[in-house]
């Protein structure tokens, strides 16, 4: 039965500290005297929550062994984290500011329309933007980005969507389609459940602008579904758990739940999102929802906390996770077999390789040059003495992965 590190549980009982009271409780907890400080705050780094961590435990940590260069390392980096984060959200006001300028029309997501409900806005990581945009004012909203020193980051995986990046500062995704990775294939079911219709937007106030965004149960709705394309494509971490805690305690009583678990079960997501949501009650700090869990099978809780936070805290290379999640996709296709896994890890196909060797795509023939190239890479950075991940390594987190989304009904 999978074991959660007693420094994670710590680090939860911190956020859920931090959440409750709405950033004003900074006092030490029982639990204190055993918890590993600096390693709570690695794991808390991992997950986009240090600056709540520090939040809550500069006051005291020094007092409970934490070395003061580390406090000042965290200090510095809250610090850092909250004025980019400020920098962002001053040039996402000023793009939105240009849309309506502009007469682009457009629907505000994610972002801004979450961090504004969290205690401290500036403290929710956020490196992205995401705009709906309809086909007819996409060409006038790159335009307009354009012209403010946005360059475009080409994606040829992604049809309905467009990246645009201003370097340092944001990055902003327009997408002109509600749900990119899944929409041809549930485009009734969008349509039906009204992503598409007028009538279930509404428009907020955002630091003294008027945005449009979705009506409570379709934003809900749709960022369930877009934090669970992640879970699945890379893994999530806490703070996209927090991001539904946090909207759902702001918005309960005009939430309709025989709709939301109806549009999840239409997406297939519904098991998953159940034990999304009873993690975010019982240990976070969100309203008690539990007339809508039946069947919660703890082991499964452990086990998606484990994904979630600890696979994040102690596998917090970024290729690690990409690698494995790529290994989720192969063992689901090519079956259980662990040593399929590991041969399709060291020589992946063309399409696999496609995006770091462009050549293997538009030239199959080159195929076996761009192994080569691979194991060349992979054999410098290791005499390099960089982070490196074996097959087998990725076999086994695959393995684990292709379990956990089994055991949540996703596979």
């Given at each position: 039965m999978t074991q959660l590190n007693q420094n994670t549980i710590y680090f939860m009982r911190l956020v859920r500290q931090y959440l409750e009271s709405g950033g004003k409780n900074c006092?030490?907890?029982?639990?204190?005297?055993?918890?590993?400080?600096?390693?709570?705050?690695?794991?808390?780094s991992c997950n986009g929550c240090e600056s709540f961590i520090y939040h809550t435990i500069w006051k005291w940590s020094a007092e409970y062994g934490l070395d003061?260069?580390?406090?000042?390392?965290?200090?510095?980096?809250?610090?850092?984290?909250?004025?980019?984060?400020?920098?962002?959200?001053?040039?996402?006001?000023e793009v939105i500011s240009?849309?309506?300028?502009?007469?682009i029309k457009f629907l505000l997501l994610k972002g801004m329309v979450l961090s504004n409900l969290y205690p401290n806005p500036e403290y929710r990581k956020s490196t992205d933007a995401d705009i709906h945009i309809n086909d007819e004012y996409i060409q006038h909203a790159e335009e307009?980005?354009?012209s403010r020193g946005y360059e475009h980051i080409p994606n040829d995986a992604l049809q309905y969507e467009k990246t645009y990046r201003l370097n340092g500062v944001l990055t902003i995704e327009l997408h002109t389609r509600l749900f990119e990775d899944f929409y041809k294939k549930n485009r009734e079911a969008i349509i039906a459940l009204g992503f598409e219709s007028h009538a279930n937007r509404r428009e907020i106030r955002l630091s003294g602008a008027i945005v449009e965004t979705l009506t409570p149960n379709h934003f809900l709705t749709y960022v369930i579904c877009h934090h669970t394309k992640h879970f699945i494509n890379a893994g999530i971490n806490l703070r996209h758990l927090i991001d539904i805690c946090i909207y759902i305690n702001e918005y309960n009583e005009q939430l309709n739940w025989d709709f939301i678990l109806s549009a999840l079960e239409r997406f297939r997501i519904k098991d998953f999102a159940l034990y999304m949501l009873y993690i975010c009650q019982h240990h976070l700090c969100m309203v008690d929802l539990s007339f809508l869990y039946q069947d919660i099978d703890e082991e499964v809780v452990l086990m998606v906390l484990y994904d979630v936070i600890e696979r994040n805290a102690f596998s917090d290379d970024n290729e690690l996770k990409r690698s494995a999640a790529r290994d989720v996709v192969r063992h689901a296709y090519f079956g259980n077999s662990s040593l399929n896994l590991v041969m399709h890890s060291i020589f992946p196909s063309a399409k696999m390789l496609s995006k770091k060797y462009a050549y293997a795509k538009n030239h199959p023939v080159l195929l076996p040059i761009a192994w080569l190239h691979r194991a060349y890479s992979y054999l410098l950075r290791k005499m390099r003495g960089q982070r490196m991940i074996s097959p087998a390594e990725r076999a086994r987190i695959a393995e684990e992965r292709v379990e956990l989304l089994k055991r949540v009904q996703i596979l």
């Open positions: 006092s030490a907890p029982e639990f204190a005297p055993m918890a590993d400080l600096e390693e709570i705050l690695r794991i808390a003061d260069a580390v406090l000042q390392l965290y200090k510095q980096r809250m610090l850092f984290s909250a004025v980019s984060q400020l920098r962002a959200d001053s040039e996402l006001m240009a849309f309506h300028n502009a007469g307009v980005l354009v």
